[in-house]
């Protein structure tokens, strides 16, 4: 968890001793003032913009109004109106609809004004053919212009393609100058008002999501717990009030929960208590009840207690300033893996405070911090790497740092409208969120677009196209260059198919590979297969069965197609071993069987007929353990749905008796009022 006080720490110091930096600065280029919040693109400052009053139609709900105004606006010649109303229009998210050509009409008008956040929407268009014949270079020029504008978007889409060379050569220094000029916006924030929560949800052909905090029914797993009196379900659902995560941000809820935890001897309830109360969330600022509770959290031990009186330490707030105490505080909370005092600790040793300056120390703890997805550390840590400091300089890991911290900005939300759009059925407006977003570089987002596209789910980008494949081949082509090897065996699957580009059955074998030697079942099983069968391989059975036994080793969601495969290959096996030492015999065969003398027949053939057999039982063996497999699937299938009624009872027993006790205090507090 971050909050202000922390940061003003961090801000002081940094801003004054993390001086060894590239040449260009914030101050070089204009700052980025159009962002993707909500449904559509807002700009920053649109309170004290002359869509004001617009902008206050739509966050109370008159759309029409406030889209007529915006209109009426972009008429006038108001570029930030024109921009949103284009993106507007490619998403359809509004009551304009779903108008690619007028889209690209009102971004044409703020282009010609040179407007960065048009250049920017332009220049997608033209990456993904939306409303205009697609034309990489042309999207490259509008982007580079909207970069040099300031916009944020531009700045990740430029830093994206000079990273993986797409359209442009490889640059990582290029790259790394625009991811930097981001982060250092994301850093700024996270500083003053923190990081957002930015949740990645991938999406599936077999319906299968991955639970988030922010998920409903964990949220309500989590306050049906705390409301039984859980004390960890109580800090948990304190914290996502606090943060607004999966609920709506309420800091007097998240106090309730803290207080309450607290109560019951929490200490990490007791630790966030007092960081409240230090910065004024949801009481009134005081700093010597913050400390109170920050000393009673540390004295039980709790790493996060420990980080926050180190800071009330550090900087006098509350107590008499103590540097050496804030220093042995961090120490504690680092060691015991909180990554704020990992942070904190890492920028003392950076600075020499109470501490001689030690820069590879200072390297070891931001890394920890890192790795555990802290914001500021890796923006400090891409710093030392790309400056040189306590390291040799590495474009590479700077490179890659400073795009971490990028996704991260307050635009990174998108992946939560897109993902919410696809569970509604909105897959148009889905597509084009998560399109924006793999131009910028998400490798979710270039996942989930493929997706859509594959899934044939869009009405823009039809399957009767080919270059419906291109567009999809072209995002799973970038996931997988970015880690992905689900994203590496789609691709494979395109090459051999044919689908977007030309058949090659060589270039999907080498795409397999390369996913199976990062341990992917379905890319093993493939293999296999075109080992198997001599598909575009040589044919090789011992081969494939080496590469269906390791499929089936890795995944247990591969036992029954690679069961049946290794039976196939069996039974392969036994015909080769047949026609070598069986048929050149089998006249001979014939002859004695016609004599009747069986003990002859049987004379020297007994590993054949033990051969036969062993087919035989293998064939019954086969059809018993499908049986077993098919039962337990049963088995499997009624436990979750016994599961899940359990859990709605509960939650409905929950909301059963949360009325029950609401009735009952409201009952209470009248004969109070009447008493």
Not at 51 to 62: M, N, P, T, V
Not at 285 to 301: F, G, L, R
Not at 579 to 584: A, F
Request: charged share 20%; hydrophobic share 40%; aromatic share 10%.
């Amino acid at each position: 968890m971050k909050y202000i006080f922390p940061c003003l720490f961090l801000l002081a110091l940094l801003g004054c001793a993390l001086t060894e930096t590239p040449s260009t600065s914030a101050e070089d280029v204009p700052t980025d003032e159009s962002v993707v919040v909500g449904d559509d693109v807002l700009d920053s400052t649109s309170k004290m913009s002359p869509l004001a009053a617009a902008y206050q139609l739509l966050e109370d709900g008159a759309e029409r109004a406030a889209y007529t105004e915006f209109v009426e606006a972009a008429t006038n010649g108001n570029n930030e109106a024109r921009e949103l109303i284009s993106l507007s229009l490619m998403l359809g998210n509004s009551t304009l609809g779903r108008n690619a050509t007028a889209a690209v009409e009102w971004l044409e008008l703020g282009v010609a004004d040179g407007h960065p956040g048009c250049q920017w929407g332009l220049g997608f268009a033209y990456a993904f053919g939306i409303g205009v014949n697609a034309s990489q270079a042309k999207a490259l020029v509008y982007y580079t212009f909207a970069a040099l504008g300031g916009d944020t978007r531009a700045r990740m889409s430029l830093g994206y393609r000079y990273s993986a060379g797409s359209a442009v050569a490889t640059n990582c220094e290029t790259s790394l100058s625009y991811y930097r000029l981001v982060a250092d916006v994301v850093e700024a924030e996270a500083q003053t008002v923190g990081s957002p929560v930015v949740e990645r949800q991938r999406l599936n052909a077999v319906g299968k999501v991955q639970k988030s905090m922010a998920s409903a029914d964990v949220v309500q797993y989590y306050q049906y717990n705390a409301d039984r009196g859980d004390l960890q379900s109580q800090v948990v659902v304190g914290q996502l009030h606090l943060q607004g995560q999966g609920v709506a941000q309420d800091h007097a809820q998240a106090l309730r929960y803290f207080q309450q935890a607290a109560a019951a001897g929490h200490a990490d309830a007791m630790a966030y208590l007092g960081d409240m109360y230090a910065n004024g969330l949801g009481v009134e600022q005081d700093n010597t009840t913050a400390v109170e509770w920050m000393d009673k959290a540390a004295t039980k031990n709790s790493a996060a207690g420990r980080n926050s009186l180190g800071v009330m330490y550090l900087n006098g707030y509350g107590v008499k300033k103590d540097v050496n105490k804030a220093f042995k505080l961090f120490h504690q909370s680092a060691s015991a893996g909180n990554p704020e005092g990992q942070l904190n600790l890492g920028t003392m040793f950076y600075n020499g405070l109470d501490t001689a300056k030690d820069y590879r120390k200072a390297s070891h703890y931001f890394t920890l911090a890192a790795q555990q997805g802290h914001v500021l550390a890796m923006y400090n840590l891409g710093l030392m790497h790309a400056t040189g400091v306590g390291n040799p300089r590495a474009c590479e890991p700077g490179k890659g740092l400073f795009k971490n911290v990028a996704e991260r900005g307050r635009w990174g939300v998108e992946l939560t409208t897109a993902f919410e759009a696809y569970q509604t059925g909105s897959y148009d407006q889905a597509l084009v969120h998560y399109l924006m977003l793999a131009e910028m570089g998400y490798e979710v987002a270039q996942y989930n677009a493929a997706f859509l596209l594959d899934a044939g789910l869009s009405d823009e980008f039809t399957l009767d196209d080919n270059s419906t494949y291109q567009r999809a081949l072209l995002n799973w082509r970038r996931s997988a260059e970015q880690g992905s090897t689900t994203a590496r065996v789609k691709v494979g699957d395109y090459l051999y198919y044919g689908h977007g580009s030309v058949p090659s059955v060589e270039a999907a074998a080498h795409e397999y590979r390369v996913a199976a030697d990062n341990n992917h079942a379905q890319a093993m099983f493939n293999l296999g297969a075109m080992h198997h069968f001599g598909d575009g391989l040589d044919q090789d059975l011992h081969l494939a069965k080496r590469y269906y036994d390791l499929a089936l080793s890795t995944s247990s969601e591969a036992f029954l197609p690679t069961t049946l495969a290794l039976y196939h290959l069996y039974g392969l096996f036994a015909w080769e071993r047949f026609q070598e030492q069986v048929m050149p015999g089998l006249e001979g065969h014939v002859e004695t069987i016609a004599s009747g003398n069986l003990d002859q027949l049987i004379e020297g053939h007994e590993t054949t007929l033990v051969m036969v057999l062993s087919v035989f039982l293998a064939i019954v063996l086969l059809a018993r353990q499908m049986r077993i497999h098919q039962y337990r699937m049963l088995q499997e299938q009624q436990q979750r749905r016994e599961e899940e009624r359990r859990r709605q009872a509960e939650a409905q027993a929950a909301q059963q008796q949360a009325a029950v006790d609401d009735e009952a205090a409201a009952v209470a507090e009248g004969d109070q009022q009447q008493d």
